[in-house]
């Protein structure tokens, strides 16, 4: 497995980018266009995609899509498209972060290392978590559910996981934010209520009506076992 697959069309712009992060010491593939990354993807996997969202043929919406169907991998776009539609799309797809063209390479950079350190880096000594009829392999970092493994994005894990550590509290909206995206993230507080939504559609048997995560109004969240 590799590190990074990076998703870029743009030949000179994507051999800058591999090589920036091949001297930062990560292992990168690059690729120019969806179906290769895919294909990529699909047989060799990668710890982190980062990924372009206008892409010929296939674009990047459908390749985090078709991506998150078989991993729950960090996925980071790139895009010239920074109204909050195409984010809040990019996010809904399951993508993990989102970082404007052009792009500041140090700061990708820094987003790059959070990611690593953050899902592959710090290892805990008690990895199996159970609650209720949820369990969590945080070695692994997999998800199940009555047995069956669900797939959720990077962001959709640490706050379940954030979540099931500290069950019965409520957890203020401004600490959720802070614990998983930083201080420093430039992402909105919109994001929050985004991943709130989609990570209830997957572990609550009725998302609109949820007994896991329970919405403390005005406030922030808590988590309930069940």
């Not at 994507?14 to 292992?27: D, I, R, S, V």
């Amino acid at each position: 497995m590799i590190d990074i697959l990076l998703v870029e069309d743009q030949q000179e712009l994507n051999t800058l980018m591999c090589t920036f992060l091949e001297k930062a010491g990560y292992q990168v593939k690059g690729v120019c266009t969806g179906e290769e990354a895919l294909q990529f993807f699909t047989e060799e996997k990668a710890k982190l995609v980062i990924l372009d969202v206008m892409l010929p043929g296939m674009d990047g919406f459908a390749v985090c899509s078709a991506i998150r169907e078989q991993s729950s991998v960090p996925i980071l776009f790139l895009s010239a498209r920074v109204e909050k539609e195409a984010q809040m799309n990019g996010f809904l797809l399951g993508a993990d972060d989102y970082v404007e063209k052009p792009v500041d390479m140090d700061i990708l950079l820094a987003k790059v290392g959070a990611f690593m350190k953050r899902n592959y880096d710090l290892k805990q000594k008690n990895t199996i978590l159970g609650s209720g009829e949820l369990s969590i392999d945080k070695d692994k970092r997999q998800v199940f559910l009555r047995h069956k493994e669900l797939t959720l994005t990077g962001k959709e894990y640490e706050l379940l996981l954030l979540f099931v550590e500290n069950p019965g509290k409520t957890l203020h909206k401004d600490f959720l934010f802070e614990k998983i995206w930083g201080m420093d993230s430039f992402s909105e507080n919109q994001t929050l209520t985004v991943h709130i939504k989609t990570l209830r559609d997957k572990i609550e048997e009725d998302s609109k009506h949820p007994k896991r995560i329970q919405t403390v109004w005005g406030v922030g969240y808590k988590y309930e076992e069940i």
